[in-house]
């Protein structure tokens, strides 16, 4: 298959452009700001790195005519770029504001509408959205944050009713505490706290977000779609 993954140079999406191409299919995948995780990436897997800022609609449409054509098509899009911050939403500037939903969300649709053509086209394919638990659950001090990942949960499901007629699934997965840069920076109290919280006790590690996505991009997961999965260790249960 081809894939096709935005943020795919550092955590989460590093593990998803590892994994895919460990199993054998053509990946592509867009970066910003990380040039140097970016080209080690390449090097080590063969991914084609393609460097692009995801609030910007011109770019996002040039990276993906530049992807489509290394690869030769696109089965598979992964939306996973994103940023988090931890502020009082009183505090939020505009200009936060609209970082978050640009990256998190506008991102998300230009990406997606770039890419619904040609997968309605070849009549198959499979979009997967990586939100967050706090899109179903909520964080204390991330409301922009959750406000941008419940949206992808409704995106999800309404291009699940929308794209199923020509073959094609969406559905969404929502990462827990997740062993990444962007929790890189939580205090020893503040970590004790999210383990206590989450049933199973620890963090999440990227490579097992990789393999949820492995498994929904594969044949095996052709009947499924519109679904929000939780992969949190039970805390948003």
């Not at 939306?79 to 009082?88: E, R, T, Y």
């Not at 964080?139 to 073959?167: F, V």
């Not at 559905?171 to 062993?179: A, D, H, K």
């Amino acid at each position: 298959m081809k894939i096709f993954i935005t943020g795919g140079s550092r955590g989460i999406g590093r593990a998803l452009v590892e994994r895919f191409c460990a199993d054998g299919h053509t990946v592509a995948f867009i970066y910003n700001k990380s040039s140097d995780a970016a080209a080690t990436l390449v090097g080590k897997t063969g991914a084609t790195a393609i460097r692009a800022d995801i609030k910007n609609a011109q770019e996002v449409n040039d990276a993906l005519d530049t992807a489509i054509a290394a690869m030769g098509g696109i089965d598979v899009l992964i939306n996973n770029a994103g940023i988090s911050q931890f502020k009082l939403l009183s505090d939020v500037t505009n200009a936060e504001w609209d970082d978050m939903l640009s990256t998190n969300l506008s991102g998300a649709f230009y990406v997606t509408r770039k890419v619904i053509p040609y997968l309605v086209r070849q009549q198959s394919g499979r979009i997967i959205m990586i939100g967050s638990m706090w899109g179903k659950v909520g964080a204390s001090c991330e409301a922009h944050y959750s406000a941008t990942k419940a949206a992808l949960r409704g995106m999800t499901m309404a291009l699940a009713k929308e794209l199923g007629p020509s073959n094609i699934t969406v559905n969404c997965i929502e990462p827990g505490v997740i062993r990444t840069d962007m929790n890189s920076s939580l205090d020893d109290k503040a970590v004790a706290s999210l383990f206590e919280e989450t049933p199973l006790g620890r963090m999440g590690e990227p490579h097992e977000v990789a393999s949820l996505a492995s498994f929904l991009a594969s044949d095996e997961a052709s009947f499924i779609t519109g679904q929000c999965i939780g992969i949190d260790g039970g805390f948003a249960i």
